[in-house]
């Protein structure tokens, strides 16, 4: 550690500059050539752990501490070096090995120095020289002398601090307090006690020190008094307390059950705290005996920390308290039996609760039979799945899913054909949650031939999850796909909200097909199913429904659907995208959703969509809408646009398509980001995205659009950011080439973010 300490100071020094000849390491000082402490720590770093080296070195540290003429910042320096040396040496049989440090422990100036020295030096000389000098000190130096005095626990040093106990300056007294507290001698204790001038904080501040040292006979004593001194803030007198249960801990739990058998909240959260730092066999029968005493707060607390420790014999006393009439101690019962070793019992006592009529006593039940452990338990869950009441069934079968028994699974499909529908629902929704991808015919015919709505809902729920769990993605809908389109009317409707759930191309090939038929209700209820897909990878079968069906109901919901997955969804724009614009728009009659899609054409960057807006200037109503997307399209066939900001670090997030990144900085009032559409384009609308940094949006805003970014004019928009998305509309009739958005106002609490920066 030494020569490592040695090594970084050498480093240290190595990096000043040395330009000029270098100074006596006498003269050093704080600021200037640096080159004779480098020297010094290059013979330290060489002497390593070499006594002779470094007495040699103790010689020559000592002797420039001596000289008259050594400047201040010499003496720190040397002072620290030599306090490493003498930490690590034996101890000098004479007081003159020491010299001049004895002399400056008395300086006002040198003595903190002095004690950079000897403070860790070990043995009975320096031990003399810091007792002689507290003697004929005064002021700041003697309080520097007393703290050392206290971290060397020096009890010769006990009858000189327990005068100054009594010293008119408070800070004197305080200090010594605190020293002999440091000390914890038996000695230093009883000056403690019998002190009388301090504050009554000070001392009980330093006697609690004490306990640290003393004999434990002694240290019980003290914390006895300070727990039982009711003029003593409550913090101190619990802190004394769990210092007690720490010190004694053969009669740790006695104390702990007589706290929690009183009133007092601080000491009883001090026991509960001892608690769960573990509890021994003893403990545990102590606590279960005198839980049903204690208030329900109390209670609670205490069969939780029975909870953690997880011994049986606790398991009795927990069971009675599922039966209190508080709803908190009732939940920590029940949730404790969850970490406690189970039986038939305890698997019988929550499968009731879990299916009581109590949702908070059934919530909790539940998951603790989840997790219960224990001889016979699993064997419990499983008997009781198989017979019984119907009620506490549907519990037990619930836990064969839960707890991922496979075990169970022949018993589960076997509940098909159980009269009771609530237990077909049970199973069924257990095999959801535990069933192979092997037994997705036996789900799917489950779920056709279903009856009751929770069991429908549950068995095309499992038939979902059973199906992902094939990792063949291509081919693991087949059967499903070909049961939708060969099945009966009402039960191809019944499975068609499986399609969007497996998600893909091909549940969505499938579900075009039914949404192309002539069945109304299949259809429109297809159509509908490719609106909820989560991504984009129904947007090509949107169009061809909207573009194909015989069903006008399912030509409408496709295409409004595709318009709000277009308007939701701000990918990267590809001919395709394109391509699902034009079905959409040659199936739109009216003009109001043909506005909509042009609106959304205007995103596009290829010239299949310049074409289709261009043919469609002509027409009166949608005239100018099909100019503006013309205009906004031959911006973005010109490319990308570029982006400029102060700052300008991180602005080419702003614009790459991952709202996970990110431009950001301090709003101070004069931030400003520009965006160059290298042609000039019409403008309705801008959105600064900022998913995840909701909060962070401009304070207040103003926005410039222009062809001559040198001249740009007046604010056309100004406004208040807004959490989320800051949306700004632009005047109509809005035209340029640069856009610059402002934010004019300081914010001082958060910066001003852009994920991602939307045009429209």
């Not at 009554?200 to 040292?213: C, F, G, K, N, V």
């Not at 959409?584 to 959703?593: I, Q």
């Not at 609308?685 to 949006?697: A, C």
Request: some cysteine.
């Amino acid at each position: 550690m030494l020569r490592s300490i040695f090594t970084s100071l050498l480093l240290f020094a190595a990096s000043l500059s040395a330009a000029e000849p270098p100074p006596a390491l006498a003269s050093l000082a704080y600021a200037g050539d640096q080159a004779a402490l480098m020297d010094l720590d290059r013979d330290f770093v060489a002497a390593g752990k070499d006594p002779t080296k470094l007495a040699a070195l103790e010689t020559r540290l000592l002797g420039i501490l001596r000289r008259k003429d050594t400047t201040f910042a010499a003496r720190q320096a040397v002072c620290q070096r030599l306090g490493l040396i003498l930490a690590s040496s034996a101890p000098k049989a004479n007081a003159k090995a020491y010299k001049p440090l004895d002399a400056m422990l008395l300086d006002e100036r040198d003595s903190d120095l002095a004690r950079l020295a000897l403070d860790l030096a070990p043995g009975a000389v320096v031990d003399a020289l810091f007792t002689s000098a507290l003697a004929k000190s005064e002021g700041r130096a003697r309080l520097g002398l007393i703290g050392s005095l206290g971290r060397r626990h020096l009890d010769d040093a006990v009858p000189a601090l327990t005068k100054l106990l009594a010293d008119a300056d408070p800070v004197t007294a305080a200090t010594a307090a605190h020293a002999l507290g440091e000390i914890g001698t038996t000695a230093a204790a009883n000056a403690l006690r019998a002190a009388r001038n301090l504050p009554p904080i000070s001392l009980a501040h330093a006697r609690l020190q004490a306990t640290m040292r003393l004999p434990a006979a002694d240290a019980l004593r003290t914390l006895r008094e300070l727990q039982d001194a009711t003029g003593l803030p409550v913090a101190m007198r619990a802190a004394a307390f769990r210092r007690s249960l720490d010190l004694a801990p053969d009669t740790a739990t006695q104390s702990i059950v007589e706290v929690l058998g009183a009133k007092d909240w601080t000491f009883k959260q001090v026991a509960v705290e001892a608690l769960a730092n573990g509890i021994k066999p003893e403990g545990v029968r102590a606590l279960s005996t005198g839980l049903s005493r204690w208030d329900a707060p109390t209670q609670a607390a205490v069969i939780a920390a029975l909870g953690r420790a997880g011994d049986a014999a606790a398991v009795p006393a927990v069971v009675t308290a599922t039966r209190h009439a508080s709803a908190e101690v009732r939940a920590e019962a029940f949730g404790a039996l969850g970490f406690l070793p189970g039986n038939g019992e305890v698997v019988t006592l929550l499968a009731q609760a879990a299916s009581s009529g109590d949702k908070t006593d059934a919530k909790a039940a539940k998951e603790s039979l989840a997790r219960l452990n224990g001889p016979g338990v699993s064997a419990a869950i499983l008997a009781g799945a198989q017979r019984g009441e119907a009620k506490l069934r549907i519990a037990y079968l619930e836990q064969l899913g839960l707890r991922h028994m496979t075990e169970g699974l022949p018993l589960l499909l076997q509940c098909r054909s159980e009269a009771d529908a609530k237990v077909r629902a049970a199973a069924v929704g257990a095999l959801g949650d535990l069933a192979p991808f092997s037994e997705q015919r036996a789900i799917l015919d489950w779920a056709i031939a279903a009856t009751d709505d929770t069991e429908q809902t549950r068995a095309l729920r499992a038939l979902v999850n059973v199906t992902l769990r094939n990792p063949d993605v291509a081919g693991r809908g087949r059967a499903l796909y070909s049961t939708l389109e060969s099945a009966q009317p009402e039960v191809t409707l019944r499975l068609i909200p499986v399609l969007p759930r497996l998600g893909g191309s091909a549940s969505a090939d499938c579900a075009t097909k039914l949404a192309l038929r002539t069945d109304p209700k299949i259809a429109e209820a297809a159509a509908a199913a490719l609106g909820r897909w989560t991504d984009a990878t129904a947007l090509p079968s949107l169009g061809t429904v909207a573009e194909k069906a015989t069903v006008t109901a399912a030509r409408d919901t496709a295409r409004s659907s595709a318009i709000r997955t277009l308007e939701r969804n701000r990918e990267a724009w590809t001919p395709e995208t394109t391509q699902v614009i034009s079905q959409l728009m040659g199936s739109a009659k009216n003009a109001a959703p043909r506005k909509q899609l042009l609106a959304l054409l205007a995103r596009a960057n290829d010239r299949t969509a310049l074409q289709l807006a261009e043919t469609l200037q002509s027409d009166p109503a949608l005239g100018d809408d099909a100019r503006y997307a013309a205009g906004a399209i031959k911006a973005s066939l010109a490319g990308a646009p570029k982006l400029r900001a102060s700052p300008d670090s991180g602005i080419a997030n702003a614009t790459d398509g991952k709202t996970s990144t990110r431009w950001s900085a301090p709003a101070l009032g004069e931030e400003w980001v520009e965006i160059d559409f290298r042609l000039s384009r019409p403008l309705r609308r801008l959105t600064l995205d900022q998913t995840g940094r909701n909060t962070e949006f401009p304070e207040q805003y103003e926005v410039q659009v222009t062809d001559d970014p040198k001249s740009p004019g007046p604010a056309i928009a100004q406004g208040k950011g807004q959490r989320n998305k800051t949306v700004i509309d632009l005047p109509a009739g809005t035209h340029g080439r640069y856009v610059v958005i402002k934010n004019v106002v300081e914010r001082k609490d958060t910066p001003w973010t852009i994920c991602e920066l939307y045009v429209d």
